[in-house]
């Protein structure tokens, strides 16, 4: 664990209290069976920020309280283990880094105080197709008059369906997989020409495809600079990759938790299962990983605030090894658990499909060791 | 050699004769239709053309070829039904008769029934016509399935059994279960019999069991005062925990051999082949990432690795059908198999193979991701992982529990 200052514990022993009494996993299971289209429950959502987590990163001029990431990752961290759907990390985290890094000063005054107070919602609306690829932003935005006109494809935005502000990566020179005409543009979640088609994916979140019509929006809503957003964005996904290791990593840590109790109280052969070796050894391994996917979590979210000049490896470090960790422990929840594993009503099976979901998201394991591998020149 | 030559000779001729009547019988429609598997999924009994060839593979024995004729199985020699299977794959045509009757429970009980008990359960079995469930684990008896507690108490002319069995397979739509009750309380082992029990009996309750994969193939049943005729007893009483271990036995030989195939989901191209589709090829053809391509190899060698070892293994069984010790090493082999493929896709699919229904998704990746869940149960069901490797560790290399 990291050396906390005094508000960043209270914070993580605040939100660990609200999550166990308002939002354990049984919330979580209610939001799902209940059919709720968002992927997350808006009530839980307006606590949320009424406790100040949804400013945690905006400045106080802008109505936040000006905290740090690693404070954001302890909150997330917290509300990974009860499996809390909601926008803190599109909204309060993603969508606020790109308006920090990228936005002036009006758009920092019209949106940031409404995510503050979680009155609105934002997100990044990036990736065109299954995989995680940054550079393969195709979606076209052409000048017209003294705007522009968006049109192309999003697939899979997080909390894309709920969305009220979206941060649309578009190509506004060069061809698909350059890294150069790369603008960011902020698009009104009701913006006439988007249509938006809410997906049922396995963790049951507010997933959307989007397809942009000759969506027309102001020179004002271009954010940063015209053909330079590859920059920005980049800086902005290894913060969602961070604060997104730091929920996996808390998720991590409740399968493990959930498991381990499991171990000691399950009988058969009328002793513990967790007397014998064979298991003792896996439950090593698991604890072992967890304590090394910590290490590298923590140190990407400090990097970030103290501006490390390794805060792109430090990023993929952090989603490649929290990627791989939840993976072999909620994969270990189910077989560890036997056949009760494997049952809807238990927890075990909502972990696993998570984990999947979170690694796909802001690329996965295999994109991290490849960006990885580049970033240290080989 | 003149002996061996003639014995080519017919089983040449045996091919002629399966040949042709395949073409005869065999409606050309079913062609890699899983008839058996998708009936035992669903519940219900085939129709139109699928019924047609299940009665017609039923009236000729050849959904068990190897059973004896006398309880209408085929009749065949080892050679003969390889030689049938060989035929029917050049067609495309699936045995339309399986289910646990076939896999499990009719080679038990043609090794342990009476003659009686063969006459009457056999031929159901060998036409489809009767479902089979086990009735094996219950909440507290797992992996340590001998601390079973369903109990049957003799009453005389009959049984009385009560108690709760948990992951019967298909007990919803099952006419009869072979069940494993105690019928003595003194013994772990000794103590238990093997019964098999009408599944109208009154007094049977059965709860299907919602499961993470969204379906529900398993149940738990509830046995409440539920009276069983004395001459349902299998074997001698209490010394059903042998006969209940041989049929696990022959569970693990056909889970283990599916291995790397069963529970592909939608699309039954190779993953190489598909990633090629989901992630593209760089400039040589190559699957564009790398490192997934690396472990795409990874898995293939793998599963050449299995097959392989399923194929020496039936050479050197040869004529001896009796599945062995090494159906243990083949079911963990197999199971894990299945589940890194089956996580490997998903991985080639990315996003699109996390759909759980409903638009944006096509129907062959959400079955994909259906499999990946359903899947995690191979390791678990039948022995799990862990079992299985103590029976490795334990029989087969002879390493010893703590002292």
């Not at chain 1, 609105?120 to 550079?135: R, S, V, W, Y």
């Not at chain 1, 979640?189 to 088609?197: D, E, F, H, I, K």
């Amino acid at each position: 664990m990291a050396i906390l200052n005094e508000e960043q514990t209270m914070l993580r022993d605040a939100a660990k209290s609200w999550v166990s009494e308002k939002s354990p996993v049984t919330a979580f299971r209610k939001m799902r069976d209940s059919g709720n289209a968002d992927g997350f429950d808006r009530a839980a959502w307006a606590e949320m920020a009424e406790m100040g987590w949804a400013g945690i990163l905006i400045p106080e001029e802008f109505g936040g309280s000006g905290l740090d990431y690693l404070t954001m990752g302890l909150v997330l961290e917290e509300t990974g283990r009860t499996l809390t759907a909601s926008p803190l990390l599109s909204s309060a985290l993603v969508a606020t880094s790109a308006l920090l890094l990228g936005g002036n000063d009006a758009q920092k005054k019209e949106w940031l105080p409404k995510f503050a107070g979680g009155k609105a919602i934002g997100t990044l609306a990036l990736d065109e197709g299954p995989h995680h690829a940054p550079a393969n932003t195709a979606l076209t935005a052409t000048r017209d008059g003294k705007g522009w006109k968006l049109s192309g494809k999003k697939s899979f935005v997080p909390d894309g369906g709920a969305a009220d502000i979206i941060v649309v990566a578009a190509r506004t020179s060069g061809k698909s997989g350059d890294t150069n005409g790369i603008t960011l543009f902020l698009v009104s979640g009701n913006a006439s020409g988007l249509a938006r088609q809410k997906l049922k994916t396995v963790d049951n979140r507010g997933v959307a495809n989007l397809t942009f019509e000759n969506v027309s929006v102001g020179a004002d809503a271009v954010l940063g600079t015209v053909d330079q957003g590859f920059s920005p964005l980049e800086s902005v996904l290894d913060r969602a990759r961070a604060g997104l290791a730091a929920e996996m990593l808390g998720a991590a840590v409740q399968s493990f938790d959930t498991t381990l109790d499991y171990l000691k109280t399950r009988v058969q052969f009328g002793q513990v299962i967790g007397t014998f070796q064979a298991l003792q050894h896996r439950a090593a391994k698991m604890f072992t990983e967890l304590e090394l996917t910590r290490s590298c979590v923590e140190a990407a979210l400090v990097g970030i605030d103290r501006g490390a000049n390794d805060i792109p490896a430090l990023a993929s470090l952090a989603k490649a090894r929290a990627s791989e960790l939840w993976h072999l422990v909620s994969n270990e929840m189910v077989q560890m658990h036997g056949g009760i594993g494997m049952t809807d009503a238990h927890d075990a099976g909502l972990y696993l499909k998570r984990a999947r979901v979170a690694e796909a998201t802001f690329g996965g394991a295999s994109f991290h060791r490849d960006r990885y591998a580049r970033l240290m020149g080989y | 050699m003149a002996a061996a030559e003639s014995l080519n000779a017919e089983l040449e001729s045996f091919r002629a004769e399966a040949r042709d009547w395949l073409a005869k019988n065999f409606p050309p429609s079913l062609a890699n239709v899983d008839v058996a598997m998708a009936s035992a999924m669903a519940g219900f009994k085939p129709s139109g053309n699928a019924g047609l060839w299940q009665e017609r593979m039923a009236a000729k024995g050849w959904g068990t070829p190897t059973w004896p004729k006398q309880y209408g199985g085929g009749g065949l020699s080892p050679q003969e039904a390889k030689i049938l299977t060989q035929e029917m794959n050049r067609i495309g045509a699936k045995n339309p008769i399986g289910g646990m009757g076939v896999m499990m429970f009719g080679p038990t009980l043609l090794e342990y029934g009476n003659d009686e008990q063969k006459s009457r359960h056999v031929p159901g079995i060998v036409t489809g016509q009767v479902r089979w469930c086990q009735g094996y684990s219950e909440p507290n008896a797992g992996s340590d399935l001998a601390a079973l507690r369903t109990q049957a108490v003799d009453k005389g002319d009959h049984y009385l059994v009560n108690g709760q069995k948990v992951w019967t397979s298909g007990a919803q739509y099952a006419d009869w279960c072979f069940c494993l009750v105690r019928t003595d309380n003194t013994k772990k082992h000794e103590g238990i019999s093997f019964l098999l029990i009408d599944m109208r009996s009154p007094g049977i309750e059965v709860r299907p069991i919602k499961l993470i994969s969204g379906f529900s193939p398993f149940c738990e049943t509830f046995f409440t005062d539920v009276t069983v005729p004395k001459e349902n007893l299998m074997g001698p009483l209490n010394g059903g925990w042998t006969i209940g271990k041989r049929l696990l036995q022959f569970e693990r030989a056909g889970l283990g051999s599916g291995g790397g195939s069963a529970g592909r989901g939608g699309d039954a191209r190779g993953l190489d082949q598909i990633a090629k589709d989901y992630v593209g090829v760089d400039e040589k053809g190559r699957i564009a990432d790398p490192d997934l391509r690396a472990r795409i190899a990874q898995h293939q060698m793998d599963a050449k690795a299995f097959a392989l070892t399923i194929q020496r293994a039936q050479a050197e069984a040869k004529s001896n059908v009796n599945p062995s010790a090494v159906t243990s090493i083949m079911k963990n082999a197999g199971s894990r198999l299945q589940q890194d493929r089956a996580e490997l896709l998903l991985e080639i699919m990315g996003h699109r193979g996390l759909g759980w229904e409903g638009e944006g998704f096509a129907g062959d990746e959400i079955a994909a991701t259906r499999a990946w869940l359903g899947g995690k149960a191979v390791t678990i069901y039948g022995g799990t992982y862990e079992i299985q490797n103590n029976i490795i560790a334990k029989r087969i290399l002879g390493l010893l529990d703590h002292q």
